[in-house]
Each structure stands twice: as C-alpha cells, then as structure tokens.
C-alpha cells in the first residue's frame, strides 16, 4: 500500500511540474471537485505535502501541560531523528527543559534539526549556537532560520551605511562612484555553495556597516540601526569572523561600538534617526497606518544605487514568518498545530509566567505509513537556499556580537553616570565595558547556565508539574484520513528541487502560489455546503485567535450568505479573541470593520432559504480572563467544516494568506471527532461568562461610535509605546488620522470584495495587498 501511495503522489507531483503557469481550470482540484464542488480524496492529495497518513493513534489536544508533556516524550522517546519547525523557540522555563532535551538527544545518536523563524528567534542566536556546540556540532544538532535577509537587502545595507547617503555630515567624498563601484565588484564575486551568490539571490557578506544594520533590524534595535547609517564606514566588519575564538581585537571593536553608540544617544542625527527608525519598528504591524521600518531609511539611500524592481517587493516580505509548528520524532511520531515554544503555551495560569497564557490546540499522532513524506516536506524547506541560512552565515551577514552586548553597553551606562562628559566618562566607560563585554564563548557559556537554571526551575517550582491536566482531549476515529498540508514560499509541488520564492498570492491560484491551506479551506466550505441536507445539516466552525481574512475567504462566505453556492442547511460560527482578550490588538481594530461590513452584508443580503446562517462569538475579557500571572487569550486555529477537521498554525487573517508559511493536519471521514469538538465549543458558547455572540451588534452599531473606540484603543497603544519620545502632538494627530484612514479603507474594501461585481477583484487584491503585514 505505501509503495502505491508513493507513486501516486509522485505522478500527481510530475503533472503539476508539467502544467504552466497561469494556465485555465485550477490544477490542485480533480475533474469530480471543480464540476461539483464536492471534495474529493484527490483532491485533498494534490493539496497535501503527505498523505494519505495511516496512523495507529491519534489525539487533538487542548491542554498546556499535556502538550508539552507530549513534545517532551517525543523528544526523549526518539532514537534515530527530530525535525522540528516553530516562531518561536524561547529561553524561559519550559523552553529550557526541552532544549535541554534535544542536546541530550543528539549526545545519544539522534540527528536533530531545527528549523525556526529568523526574526523572532534572533536574539537568541547565542542559545542556538550553544546547543550546536554542546550536542557535538551541527552533524548532531543544526539550527536554520528562515527568511534570512535576500541579497538586495544586504546590498541595500551596505549602501546605507557607506556614508553615501543624505543625511547629516555625510561627507561628499565617501560618495565617490569608485566606492561605490568596488561594493559592486565584491558582491559580483561571491559564491555560496560553489554557485554565484547572485542565482540564489542570498549574501553572506558584512560591508560597511551592513552587518550591524541588519543585526540592529533583527534584534528590533534602533538605536544600532541608526549607529549604522551614520557610523558604519568607521567600523570594521573584517574583526568579526564566523564563530570560532573572539580575540582581543574583536572585543576592543565591541567596545568601541558600545562607546559610540553611548555617545550617540541625545541629540545627536543618530539618535533623531534612531527615534525614526524606533516609531515605525513599534507600529510595523499597522500595515500602511505608519510607514514600516524600511521607509524610515529609504531616503539614505544614494541616488545612484542601481536597484532592482523586485527589491522593493523583497522589502515588503520581510517579515514572511516561518509559522509552522512541528515536532516530528524517528519520522513517525508527530506533533503539530497553534503552539510555540513558551511557557504562555505550555503552562497553566501560575506565578511563574508572564504576561499571557494561550488556549491553545495540537495535534499529535503516530504514524504507520506515510511519514517518510513529511519528513520530506520538511527537508524542502530546510533545504530551501533563497530563504534558509545557518547559524555561520548569520554571524558573517548579520553577526549578533554588539545586540548581545547590549546589557553590557546598558550596566557601563549606569556606573558611569555620575562621570562627567569628557575624558574620565570615557575612562569609566571603557573600564566598565572591559568588565563586562562579552565574547562568543562567554555568552555561550552564560546561555548553558541559564538553561540549566531555568529547566531546574521548571522542575522545583512549576506547581501544576505533576498534577494532571483537566483539559479535554478529542480522539481521531480509527478510520479517519490524515494529510499533511501547508503553505510553503514557492510555486510548484512540493517534492520538487525549488531555488525560486514566490511572494504573496493571487486569488484563484491559491494552491499554484503555494497557499495549499487556504485552497483547501475555500474547497472544504463549499463542500460543507454541497454536502448538507435537511435531513443532515453541517456546521462550520472557525475557532481561531485572529479573524480578519484574506479577500478570498470573505468572498466565500459571501457566496455562503447571498445564496450564490446553496448553503441553506449550514451554521458558520466564528469563535474568536475580543479586543480585551487578544495579544494583537492591531487585528482586531482592523478585522472588526471588515467584520462590520460582513455583518451588515448578513443582515441586508442573507438569502433566507439558499444562505448560510452566521455567527460571530468572542471571547469576554475581565476578572475572570485576567491575571498578573497570564491572562487568557485564545491561540487555536482549529476549523470544522462538516466532518472534516483542519488542526494547524494558520490565522484566519491576511498575513497568514500573504505572507507566512503554516502547516496543520486535514482530517477527513471524523464524524466522531468532529461532534465531540463541536460540542466543546457549544459549550464555550453557551458560556455567558466566557462568551458573547456580537453579529446583530457589530451590524448596528454605528461605525462613528466604533471608530470613537478604536481613537481610544490607537492612544492608549502609543502610551505604551511612549511615542511622545518620537513625535509632538501634530505629528500623533496625523498618526491617528491616518489611522482612521486605513480603518476605513479596510471596511469599503471589504464592501466591495463582499458585493462582488466588475470591481470586486480589484478591491480583492488591494485588500491582500494593504493589510498583509498586520
């Protein structure tokens, strides 16, 4: 059977290789599928990166504590290899127990690979060396990061920082076009894996002071970001080498750094473009409201610097996050679904977490065919050159030496405050930095210590460590079919050799642009609703943290509603964060207008025989959500459609569509599954301590008094952020009405993609295209 699966998959791969770009019909769906809408097994196979999956066991887990119970087994149950992929890889308590986990498996003979997001887990370069070096080398355990910075940015960073740009006592001379010249000649000849650098479109070069820009952007550090614009030609990037002993000539170069960028501080065209660079880095979530981080600088970049059209696109994908969420053990034994690594993901409300405890769903499963194609999904994005680094190029392009020392620079600051300006604040500070600076070595060593500390702490201190967890688990029916989907940063099958990313989506060709779960969420509502009867109605339900969808899924449930696809015998239910209870308050000040316009094309447009019937829940917020110690805020990305189930990483937002890779399982043939999750969710709605449905009041309440709220919402935001550090009253005025601008754009976007018509794919497109970040 395994060998059959296995061909079948690799013709169905070899076709969709065979078929051009852009041409009629969708590839992705098989003939039954795209002439009846119902959704076929072949269907879902074209869709999947593996499957069909057998399985001997399988649970969906709601509970904190039993999923990290669960990932700690796999990894100290693994006797041959753990591949695993994840945001976010923390240093707290918990995170640490598994860290510690993976080093003492490879130490005993497992291959570990972990593959995780580069801005999110950046700062925490110095643990994922030390883990490298204590398993024995990257043969033992490796660490990649995904989206690494392409090489027109790289290049863009070292143009930024020659001294060639517009600002403040730049000299003339540092422009000169033989500079400029020779920083062309030295990325023309660079090669990576013996190839030209240029075909991979990838850089591991540091010129200027590129290396500290981009080590500055990653580790949300303005202030090193401005230092290298206007410091940068005085540093040189040639004391720092790909890890290795840090010499005394390297930790003199980290001083000084620290002694520039103290000196750099007030008043200074550092520290005013530093403020620039610090707003847009605080609200690069607001989409267009604030121009993003790039836009603080683009005016440094000299007139003659030869760009290509595609930078600029590669700018805006920065932040493409790697959002899988996969731990899989000897290829067989998986895990999978909303879940970081954390404690807000992995703890219940207690006096050791911090700010949020997340309710959260997995999956976790084991495997008796059908593994082997995972892991091999897996390996095409670790193996994905254009996007994937290791932790030796990271320290050649962006080498983290001067944002780890930060706390260094931050100590010789306060014990030279009572130091007057001159040469003894420079005396003091330099003795001060001499104590504290630290080498590679040294923070690796520290990062152990840590490590070791916290796990201990975990296991003396964590009072729910040896209590069961009352939280439910749902077990797949024994007959139920597995398939592994994703969305993944290139065009094509996914078994396929790729050099190419792909960027964004277009709607229609989901699946060709590599949005294979959101192809299958559009094909599984409308197989809802082909499927259901009087006699057998289906319910929808998308239990998500974040409900602001992409143009695509508002469209479809448009046509769920106004009776264009006959969904008559259909409940959709949204189950979703509040803005009280979310971590992210920036969608829900957008996705609760175009959840107006959606609730007002409902009210006014619902065909009452063809059309779905629809409603919206949230989460409540106050005494009994919140706490000093973790407040609680929903994180599942779980949807029902009819006896399917989809568990994963994606949102049901733009960002997921646009930009971010996501995995999850797609579990087809559960009814059983599907009616106890169903039932646990009737449960939380018919909660009135926990829940409220709000779709007859989103639909009448005016969008004078919602905007009213969001003004208020936008200035509490900017308090926090203490933006009066970076701009007057005028200037936050413009902030918020152009805040106020987007909001509504987002609601007339959303009218337009709901009615349809001549004008729809325009606004489609637009709507993806202006809300993407957020």
């Not at 059977?1 to 078929?19: G, H, K, Q, Y």
């Not at 614009?229 to 010499?247: K, Y």
């Not at 990305?637 to 937002?653: E, F, Q, R, W």
Request: proline share 3%.
């Amino acid at each position: 059977m395994t060998t059959r699966m296995s061909m079948r998959r690799a013709l169905i791969a070899a076709a969709l290789l065979l078929l051009p770009a852009g041409c009629g019909g969708n590839a992705y769906l098989s003939e039954r599928t795209a002439e009846t809408g119902l959704l076929s097994e072949e269907s879902v196979w074209l869709h999947a990166s593996a499957g069909p999956l057998f399985f001997s066991r399988a649970q969906v887990i709601a509970g904190n504590d039993d999923a990290f119970r669960s990932k700690l087994g796999l990894i100290e149950g693994a006797r041959r290899s753990i591949d695993a992929m994840y945001y976010i890889f923390a240093d707290d308590y918990s995170s640490s127990v598994l860290a510690e986990a993976l080093i003492a498996a490879a130490r005993r003979g497992v291959r570990v690979r972990l593959l995780l997001d580069y801005h999110s887990n950046y700062r925490h370069l110095d643990l994922f060396s030390m883990m490298q070096r204590r398993a024995g080398g990257e043969d033992a355990l490796a660490v990649r990061f995904y989206n690494r910075p392409t090489r027109e940015m790289v290049k863009d960073a070292a143009y930024l920082t020659l001294g060639c740009g517009q600002g403040e006592k730049l000299p003339e001379a540092d422009c000169a076009p033989a500079k400029m010249a020779e920083i062309d000649r030295r990325f023309a000849g660079e090669t990576i894996d013996g190839r030209p650098a240029a075909e991979l479109n990838i850089s591991n070069l540091n010129v200027a002071g590129s290396g500290l820009f981009l080590s500055g952007m990653y580790a949300r550090n303005a202030g090193l970001m401005a230092l290298a614009v206007q410091e940068g030609q005085g540093i040189d990037p040639a004391r720092f080498q790909r890890g290795g002993a840090t010499s005394p000539e390297e930790l003199e170069s980290l001083k000084k750094i620290g002694r520039l960028y103290l000196s750099s501080r007030i008043g200074s065209p550092v520290a005013r473009l530093a403020a620039r660079i610090q707003l847009a880095m605080a609200f690069a979530f607001y989409g267009d409201v604030l121009d993003p981080v790039y836009a603080a600088f683009t005016g440094y970049l000299p007139a003659e610097r030869d760009r290509p059209a595609s930078a600029d696109r590669e700018w805006e994908h920065a932040t493409d996050f790697m959002h899988h969420k996969l731990l899989l053990a000897d290829g067989v034994r998986l895990q999978l679904g909303g879940r970081n690594v954390e404690d807000s993901y992995h703890m219940r409300r207690n006096e050791m977490l911090g700010k949020y405890m997340f309710e959260d769903t997995d999956v976790v499963a084991e495997l008796t065919a059908g593994g082997a194609a995972v892991t091999r999904s897996f390996e095409t994005l670790w193996n994905f050159r254009p996007m994937v680094a290791a932790i030796d190029e990271i320290r050649s392009h962006a080498p983290n030496d001067y944002a780890a020392n930060e706390r260094a620079v931050a100590q010789a600051e306060a014990a030279c405050t009572g130091e007057a300006e001159g040469a003894a604040r420079d005396a003091c500070l330099n003795r001060a930095l001499t104590r504290r600076t630290e080498g590679v070595e040294a923070r690796e060593a520290r990062r152990f210590r840590e490590m070791q500390e916290k796990a201990q702490r975990y296991r003396t201190a964590y009072r729910y460590r040896g209590s069961p967890d009352p939280s439910p688990r749902f077990d797949v029916d024994a007959g139920a079919a597995l398939s592994y989907i994703e969305n993944v940063p290139f065009h094509g099958a996914s078994e396929a050799a790729h050099d190419a990313r792909s960027l964004g989506a277009v709607n229609g060709e989901e699946a060709a642009y590599g949005k294979r779960m959101h192809g299958l969420w559009l094909a599984g509502l409308e197989d809802a609703c082909r499927t259901a009867t009087a006699a057998r109605p289906q319910r929808v339900i998308l239990h998500n943290a974040y409900f602001f969808p992409p143009s695509n899924l508002m469209r479809r449930f448009a046509e769920m509603i106004d009776g264009t696809i006959d969904c008559g015998h259909v409940t959709v239910t949204v189950l979703t964060n509040s803005i009280a209870t979310t971590d992210l308050k920036v969608v829900n000040l957008f996705g609760r207008h175009a959840a107006k316009a959606f609730a007002e094309y409902y009210r006014d447009r619902h065909d009452p025989v063809r059309g779905a019937r629809f409603e919206y829940y949230e989460y409540l917020g106050g005494a009994a959500s919140e706490s000093a110690r973790g407040q609680l805020s929903l994180h599942t990305k779980v949807s029902v459609l009819g006896d399917s189930l989809i568990v994963g990483s994606a949102n049901a937002d733009v960002r997921s569509y646009m930009m971010d890779s996501n995995n999850g399982l797609f579990i087809r043939r559960a009814a059983a599954l599907t009616a106890r999750y169903t039932a646990h969710v009737n449960v939380l709605l018919a909660d009135a301590a926990r829940t409220s449905d709000v779709t007859r009041i989103i639909a009448d309440t005016p969008r004078a008094a919602i905007l009213a709220e969001d003004r208020a919402t936008l200035r509490a935001e900017m308090a926090r952020y203490r933006a009066e550090r970076f701009i007057d009253a005028a200037q936050a005025d413009r902030v918020e009405t152009r805040m106020v601008e987007m909001l509504n754009r987002a609601y007339d976007l959303a009218r337009a993609v709901l009615a349809g018509g001549p004008g729809s794919r325009r606004a489609e497109a637009e709507f993806n295209r202006l809300f993407k970040p957020i």
